[in-house]
């Protein structure tokens, strides 16, 4: 016989389970932490499916050093004063964590991101725009009240927000992304950009002038953080590739090189008399024993310690042991070869 539940049966099993869940079930189950073939089981969190691992954020991080440094260079000879820009953080949050960090008052702007057409958000607090547009406007860079900005403000501020756009541009040039200003949007607005649930690639910068500091946000979408990862890590891969390849090459390269080498002896004292003595064809009596090893120097390093022999019609050094570089000792002995 086929059983029917009824909608209260229904709702008592559902309460019974959250019940469970609240009172013990969670504990239960976090022991359970084996399967049935000895593997170990961990739960799933399916909001971090897609994160960016640390790998990727370290790709990420020196793409937007460069950008920080660039920054800090150009915008800072063109508003000629000190111009500090350093990369503070890079993470993957949803768009309304991003908006959480926003300040009531601030300079938002979107920028569109091409060939994908998407738009990224820029945020700049406008605690550095005071500074900024009164050294634009003649003046020494004396910072104000944190206020909304006039019209010729806004006009002036916008300037500069093209110019960081230009050097984002600019660094982020090796995976085809340009990043164009478009306009400013208020703040009351800004939740309509994005849906507020869609994970965003947020890179934030401080910036220190000498009378003020404040942040520089940046929030890319999904779908173009995608896009730069992937041809980020691409270029990683070909960079390894390539430095593995070089470095092969270089030691191919070496190897056919020609170093200077010579068997030399030790040193000794001879008196002045005896070498301004010295006439053509005359044998010199040097004081060492025959028995003392010369050194075989490459390069006017000594390697080896060498007897001086004949190989056919060829003269040659059989080299006994190997000296240490650092402090020119000799170690172990090594096999006997010639040279």
């Not at 029917?4 to 049966?9: P, S």
């Not at 049935?36 to 499916?49: C, D, I, L, P, Q």
């Not at 010295?278 to 024993?289: A, D, I, K, T």
């Amino acid at each position: 016989m086929e059983k029917q539940l009824r909608q209260e049966d229904i709702d008592q099993l559902f309460a019974n389970a959250r019940k469970r869940a609240s009172t013990g079930g969670v504990a239960a189950a976090a022991d359970e932490t084996m399967d049935t073939h000895g593997g170990r089981v961990e739960a799933y969190n399916f909001s971090h499916a897609g994160q960016i691992n640390a790998e990727q954020m370290r790709a990420i991080s020196t793409v937007n050093d460069m950008f920080a440094r660039n920054l800090t260079h150009n915008l800072g000879a063109w508003l000629r004063t000190v111009f500090i820009v350093n990369l503070v953080s890079a993470e993957q949050l949803t768009y309304s964590e991003f908006l959480t960090r926003v300040p009531e008052l601030s300079y938002v702007c979107t920028t569109r991101l091409e060939p994908s057409g998407a738009l990224a958000v820029l945020e700049l607090d406008l605690t550095l725009a005071s500074p900024v547009i009164d050294l634009l406007l003649g003046g020494f860079g004396r910072a104000s009240s944190v206020r909304e900005l006039t019209e010729i403000e806004e006009s002036i501020l916008t300037s500069v927000m093209e110019i960081i756009c230009r050097e984002l541009s600019v660094a982020w040039q090796p995976v085809g992304l340009t990043v164009l200003f478009e306009k400013r949007v208020p703040a009351v607005q800004s939740s309509r950009i994005a849906p507020l649930t869609e994970k965003m690639l947020c890179v934030s910068f401080e910036i220190r002038m000498p009378e003020a500091q404040g942040m520089l946000n940046i929030s890319f979408p999904a779908v173009v953080s995608n896009l730069i990862l992937r041809r980020l890590m691409r270029m990683d891969d070909k960079t390894r590739r390539r430095q593995k390849d070089s470095r092969a090459r270089m030691m191919q390269l070496l190897g056919q090189t020609n170093t200077g080498a010579s068997l030399q002896l030790p040193m000794m004292r001879m008196s002045a008399e005896t070498i301004a003595n010295l006439e053509p064809g005359q044998v010199l009596r040097l004081p060492v024993s025959s028995s003392t090893p010369a050194q075989f120097r490459v390069s006017g390093l000594s390697l080896f310690e060498a007897v001086a022999v004949r190989r056919g019609d060829h003269r040659a050094a059989k080299l006994t042991t190997l000296r240490e570089f650092r402090n020119d000792t000799a170690t172990s002995p090594q096999q006997n070869q010639h040279v």
